[in-house]
């Protein structure tokens, strides 16, 4: 936590001469939030998709941000933000095992007091991005308020710290005038949850990992998006890599792994390349994931808008060969040109069941064999054998909707639930012109993990109600009530509410 805090301090700093430069339009944010359920954890719906800022039972918090955005208008342009949270958050209990009375004592954890969710800088030239810091991403496939969440990176954790580089927004293709356009970027990120983790192990069972290193890539085509049809394919991919792994059996360190941060490994990383001498895998360096991501609009002449998309997650080559059945994120997307009762409306479908096949062979695994032949499969979505799933501080770095290791409180620091099936669905609209709403429903089932199975599988429903009231009298003001409920045997009971007030505004520094 105090490296943590120490390289966000940096990044203040580093902030400071752009703050001072004449004519700097900067706005900000300050806010309060309040909110409390019946169980130790918030319900489903209000703790996803939040950047992990509200996970608790209870909690009361303040945060402040200020930012200020890129001028894509000009050749060279600069941003930066700066967002900070701090208050009270309940505490859960997770199991941890005494060695010396031999039995699980429950300790209890919270989130921290204080902590800088966002701080980050941003330079731009031509069509080239570079961002350092941390800056909560968005989906280039799904919406953000409206959908279950992206599959590789939906910002339902909070956001790593590191540096990327990118296009800005969607760029022409060259000899295409602007029928053809490209987007992407490339970045390395430390998640600095390497305490938590410790923190929220058993230290009895399996594995905990710290001190990892997150690589992601994207990139996506798609045409002229004036037109009333606009196409659009892509692919994400990310790796975890470096750190250290720590295994227990039955109470006792048996092992210690350390993997390589060194360039080879950050190389390797780019091309999925054979891990070498790293001890943590040979085969490829580093967890990998990732999807192929396609979507198909149509604006009707009067301005409605239907769009159809298609995630297609994968962990390993049989997935990036899409041998993995029906699996993925299906979805719909309607938008009106109008406020209005129904602004937009989404309707996904989820199906993470076939994960390649039960069957896992690589001629590799088992050299000297007389079998030559390939059948790479039982992939485990988001698990790793060297790696605690793929997440920050509990939560899902890909969708909320698969059950994140935060809410294991036997201290598993790995997904249970990912063999599932679900759908969502989500409208957004105005009541009256100040008021807006928002409501979710969904309903998962799942079936465990591939390599440990349910014998009865747990099934979930999860509501959602939102209502936000911008006053006329006071811009900038709103006024956000929540409630939430889980049912079911995968969350267990639990209803919940959420409050919070924000104002935004903007100054300028130079007049």
């Not at 659009?232 to 092992?255: D, H, K, R």
Request: aromatic content about 14%; overall charge positive; hydrophobic content about 35%.
């Amino acid at each position: 936590m105090m490296r943590s805090m120490k390289t966000h301090l940096l990044l203040m700093v580093l902030l400071t001469p752009l703050l001072l430069m004449a004519q700097v339009d900067v706005d900000y944010e300050a806010g309060v939030t309040v909110n409390a359920s019946s169980g130790q954890f918030a319900p489903y719906y209000i703790a996803s998709n939040r950047g992990g800022t509200i996970t608790q039972s209870k909690s009361f918090m303040a945060h402040g941000a200020l930012w200020h955005e890129l001028d894509t208008t000009r050749r060279f342009s600069y941003g930066f933000g700066a967002e900070l949270w701090t208050g009270f958050a309940s505490s859960a209990e997770y199991d941890r095992y005494d060695p010396e009375t031999q039995h699980f004592n429950p300790v209890s954890r919270h989130p921290s007091r204080a902590w800088a969710q966002q701080i980050y800088a941003q330079v731009k030239y031509r069509g080239v991005l570079a961002t350092l810091g941390a800056k909560a991403p968005e989906s280039v496939l799904v919406d953000n308020r409206l959908s279950s969440g992206d599959l590789i990176m939906s910002g339902n954790a909070r956001p790593p710290i590191g540096f990327e580089l990118g296009f800005v927004n969607f760029q022409n293709f060259p000899f295409t005038k602007g029928w053809l356009q490209i987007q992407g970027k490339v970045g390395y990120y430390k998640p600095g949850d390497g305490k938590w983790m410790e923190n929220h192990y058993n230290y009895y069972n399996h594995f905990v990992s710290a001190g990892l290193w997150l690589h992601y890539k994207q990139f996506q085509l798609r045409t002229k998006p004036s037109q009333p049809v606009m196409f659009s394919i892509g692919a994400q991919a990310a790796c975890q890599f470096a750190g250290s792994m720590s295994t227990y059996s039955n109470g006792v360190l048996v092992s210690t792994m350390k993997m390589p941060a060194d360039l080879k490994a950050f190389f390797r990383t780019i091309i999925a390349g054979s891990g070498g001498s790293n001890p943590g895998d040979k085969f490829v360096e580093g967890n990998h994931l990732g999807s192929w991501d396609i979507a198909l609009r149509y604006r009707l002449p009067s301005g409605h808008m239907v769009r159809g998309y298609h995630q297609r997650i994968w962990e390993d080559g049989s997935g990036i060969g899409m041998l993995n059945g029906f699996d993925g994120l299906w979805g719909i997307e309607y938008r009106s040109p109008h406020k209005g009762i129904i602004n937009a409306a989404v309707v996904e479908y989820l199906d993470l069941t076939n994960q390649s096949g039960p069957i896992h062979w690589a001629p590799k695994d088992f050299e000297g064999t007389a079998i030559t032949k390939q059948a790479t499969g039982n992939d485990d979505y988001y698990n790793n054998y060297t790696y605690n799933g793929y997440q920050i501080r509990g939560m899902s770095v890909g969708s909320p909707f698969v059950k994140s290791p935060l809410y294991n409180t036997d201290g598993y620091l790995r997904y249970t639930d990912n063999m599932m099936r679900g759908f969502h669905m989500a409208l957004t609209g105005n009541i009256i012109a100040p008021l807006e709403y928002r409501a979710m429903l969904s309903f998962r089932k799942t079936w465990g993990t591939p390599f440990l199975p349910r014998p009865k599988p747990l099934t979930g429903t999860s509501i959602f109600a939102e209502v936000i009231y911008r006053p006329v009298a006071v811009p900038g003001l709103s006024l956000t009530a929540q409630v939430g409920v889980d049912r079911g045997t995968l969350y267990g009971n639990n209803f919940g509410a959420l409050l919070s007030l924000t104002y935004h505004g903007n100054f300028t520094i130079g007049r």
